[in-house]
């Protein structure tokens, strides 16, 4: 089964610094991983997704993420953090299309907090 | 992107009462997926409803615990069977867009007393 690992429960950084939210993945095949942001009694919004292509994808919201095989990683990542950008994020993957199944698996999630 | 309404956005309810929550999509979509998460945590799914079939539950969902409906390709309906205080949760239903972008509702708070 595939699964996600975030391994910060909270990131902390100042605002106008790069922030970086850690996500790694298990899965067997070609990962189709996500990033969704929520914020305070909202749903989830999705920021971007990988498939195929690119290891760096970009998102929503000047937010970007690097996928690295090699290291089953997914970080999220942006160059300069607002103070808006405070909230909870979550990784996600889902099952290849062959195998029929299409819901998501989610990570932990990771609090970002922004200090201006 | 699909736009998502869910309604209640909340309720509170007793203990062995349940709740009918509604999921209402802006376009016709295949599947329907209903998510809990429960207070501080992380999305679980509950299960997967295409339209003209039976949902298709995760392990340790019951239908009985919590049916579901999908009467047509924007609508679904997640009931939450006598209800206990380890409900409490907000429910979420998503749904697939043909780019694979899976888009959320703003959720259901749920607290039973």
């Known amino acids: 089964a595939q699964s996600v690992a975030q391994p910060e429960d909270q990131v902390n950084v100042a605002e106008g610094n790069p922030l970086t939210v850690k996500c790694t993945y298990s899965?067997?095949?070609?990962?189709?991983l996500f990033w969704y942001v929520q914020y305070p009694n909202r749903g989830l919004q999705f920021l971007l997704k990988?498939?195929?292509?690119?290891?760096l994808v970009k998102g929503s919201y000047g937010f970007e993420a690097e996928f690295n095989k090699s290291q089953t990683s997914f970080h999220l990542k942006k160059p300069s953090a607002l103070v808006s950008d405070s909230a909870l994020y979550f990784c996600?993957?889902?099952?290849?299309?062959?195998?029929?199944?299409?819901?998501?698996?989610f990570g932990s999630g990771t609090r970002l907090q922004v200090q201006p | 992107s699909a736009v998502i309404s869910q309604k209640p956005s909340r309720d509170i309810c007793q203990r062995g009462t349940s709740l009918t929550i509604q999921c209402q999509v802006d376009s016709q979509v295949t599947m329907m997926f209903w998510y809990r998460q429960q207070p501080g945590q992380s999305l679980t799914l509950i299960a997967t409803?295409?339209?003209?079939?039976?949902?298709?539950?995760e392990s340790g969902f019951v239908i009985d615990k919590f049916p579901i409906s999908r009467p047509n390709l924007t609508f679904s309906t997640l009931t939450v069977s006598n209800l206990s205080p380890e409900d409490s949760s907000i429910y979420l239903c998503?749904?697939?867009?043909?780019?694979?972008?899976?888009?959320f509702g703003p959720g259901t708070r749920l607290t039973v007393t």
């Open positions: 409803a295409n339209q003209g079939s039976e949902a298709t539950y």
């Open positions: 899965v067997s095949g070609n990962p189709y």
């Open positions: 990988y498939i195929t292509g690119d290891n």
């Open positions: 998503s749904v697939e867009d043909p780019q694979g972008e899976q888009y």
């Open positions: 996600a993957v889902r099952d290849p299309y062959y195998t029929g199944r299409r819901a998501l698996t």
